[in-house]
């Protein structure tokens, strides 16, 4: 009878205290919260301008605020704490005497521990090493990989568009943008403070909101959400990263670098057979880029057959004349063409001994600069391959149907869901270092012809322990162009290529307006008539 009484004393004691220990950590989360409940929007996120004395006088405001609110929250923490102690001391009196009696039930002696303030710490390390942050964890297939939301200061660039659908847009959740306003200035402040590498005497700049590149999100479910942030350093070349672990409540600080990409070459890989016009244009898109702009790229062309070669060369010829610029190499394939078999030939031909950042591409994609230095910090040998999802262009023809002229290729490529999609099924461009792509055993050489290949290499870095980071990416195209899928392909990869083909013509709404357009010109005209009578 005793025992049973003890068990459910010590049941409600248990329970009481667990919700006071809850109650203590929410309010000790809101006392460190900054207000969100002001009526000003954002600085940081709406990049307006305003006046001195009207941002102290904001300052202020919200300094009064956080005063008045945390003395309230400091009183009800330290009533909290009163019974918090209160109810403890109960719990371990009776410990004592069930266990100064023998009959202390198994299971329990873990509560006959006075608990420490280090046990929620512990508790938030123990989210952090179970998220993949530091390393990959291994994935089933591509289905399980979470993915990353890419976001800028105004924009986020998400795969799960919600009910709005589009590919790019500015948070419309409140707590959404409340969230990513307080990572970048989380980050400006671990940047700006004297904890910072205080050893370095060269250490002196004053990071901004300015300075802040991109960031890449996600969130575990079950862990919390990680936050790898970029920001501009004291050259081109030289970049902060930070990754911060929101593991459901406080940021923790996982690690602070300065990584400097000077060095990084990127070894571009071109895989062709025919199609010299689209050469000719990825190449002016090269020497703008590439060339021009970045400086520590090469250029490998993987060429099948004999076909139209000699133009090849031609083109390569004449960009090292123009530019003096000579990082090409040219390896012909006399075989039928494989994008996977060039890729993989593409990939080991390197022969210098350092070891290089690859970058799979394809003849009718367009980069930018911005996107070059997102494929060196989001690789990282033995430890990340960046995936990029590239925007994939409508045909123009359907989309500017009413232009008497195209507009140009720049003018082209925004990022609207009029304009195209992103391109979520496809795995082909990707950045990863040679001696990752050659341990994971590189692609199947099996395959011939299009499709699949980049499928069966993306679901060996998912069985890796490697860190696969998927993520949209703000500055890679796929331009649109006619598609042909061959009648000799095996079933499974046609029907691949006319799913692909129908995607890459127009949005539902803009092929419906073709499926229905006699119905819609007759409904125009009788509106008009009707608005002559």
Not at 175 to 195: F, K, S, W, Y
Not at 304 to 318: E, N, P, S, W, Y
Not at 376 to 385: D, H, P, S, T
Not at 435 to 458: A, C, K, P, Q, T
């Amino acid at each position: 009878m005793f025992r049973r009484w003890l068990l459910a004393l010590m049941a409600r004691i248990s329970l009481i205290t667990l919700g006071l220990c809850c109650f203590l950590l929410l309010f000790y989360l809101l006392a460190c919260k900054p207000s969100s409940h002001s009526k000003h929007p954002s600085l940081l996120w709406s990049g307006g301008a305003t006046s001195k004395e009207g941002y102290m006088a904001l300052l202020q405001e919200g300094e009064d605020s956080h005063r008045h609110y945390i003395s309230s929250l400091t009183k009800q923490i330290a009533e909290l704490k009163e019974a918090l102690e209160e109810r403890t001391q109960q719990l371990q009196e009776s410990l004592e005497k069930a266990k100064s009696k023998g009959i202390l039930p198994q299971g329990l002696e873990s509560l006959h521990k006075t608990p420490t303030k280090s046990d929620l710490k512990e508790f938030f390390r123990s989210q952090l090493n179970q998220a993949e942050v530091n390393s990959g964890l291994e994935v089933p297939n591509e289905y399980a990989l979470i993915p990353f939301d890419t976001f800028t200061l105004q924009t986020v660039y998400q795969l799960e568009t919600g009910l709005t659908k589009h590919p790019a847009e500015r948070p419309m959740r409140r707590d959404h943008r409340d969230e990513l306003i307080g990572t970048v200035e989380m980050a400006l402040h671990v940047l700006n403070g004297p904890q910072q590498q205080p050893g370095n005497p060269r250490r002196k700049r004053s990071y901004s909101p300015s300075d802040f590149i991109q960031g890449l999100t996600r969130t575990e479910r079950s862990r919390g959400t990680v936050y790898e942030l970029m920001f501009k350093d004291d050259s081109p070349q030289d970049f902060a990263q930070l990754v911060l672990f929101r593991p459901f409540g406080p940021l923790m600080k996982v690690k602070s670098d300065s990584v400097n990409t000077a060095s990084i070459i990127i070894n571009i890989i071109v895989p062709l057979s025919g199609r010299v016009y689209a050469f000719r244009q990825f190449v002016n898109n090269f020497r703008e880029v590439c060339i021009q702009q970045d400086g520590q790229v090469h250029l490998t062309v993987v060429y099948f057959g004999r076909d139209q070669i000699d133009q090849v060369k031609a083109v390569l010829d004449q960009t090292t004349r123009e530019t003096r610029f000579r990082g090409f190499t040219l390896i012909q394939m006399n075989e039928e063409f494989s994008r996977g078999r060039g890729l993989d030939v593409g990939a080991r031909a390197w022969r210098q001994r350092q070891n290089v950042l690859l970058f799979f591409c394809d003849v009718d994609i367009h980069f930018t600069a911005d996107f070059l230095t997102s494929c060196r910090l989001n690789a990282e040998a033995g430890k990340k391959v960046y995936y990029p999802v590239l925007f994939s262009q409508y045909n123009p023809s359907i989309i500017y149907s009413n232009h008497t002229l195209l507009p140009s290729i720049k003018q082209q490529l925004v990022i609207k869901k009029e304009n195209g999609f992103w391109r979520d099924f496809g795995f082909g461009m990707t950045c990863q270092y040679r001696s990752d792509f050659i341990n994971v055993g590189g692609f199947d050489r099996s395959i011939r012809g299009w499709g699949l290949e980049d499928v069966h290499l993306y679901r060996k870095y998912l069985h890796s322990k490697l860190m696969v980071v998927r993520a949209p990416s703000r500055g890679l195209f796929h331009l649109w162009h006619e598609k042909s899928c061959a009648d000799e392909l095996p079933p499974d990869k046609y029907k691949m290529c006319m799913q692909t083909k129908a995607m890459s013509e127009a949005s539902h709404g803009q092929l419906g307006e073709l499926l229905f357009k006699e119905e819609i010109e007759l409904h125009l005209n009788s509106q008009k008539k009707i608005k002559e009578i």
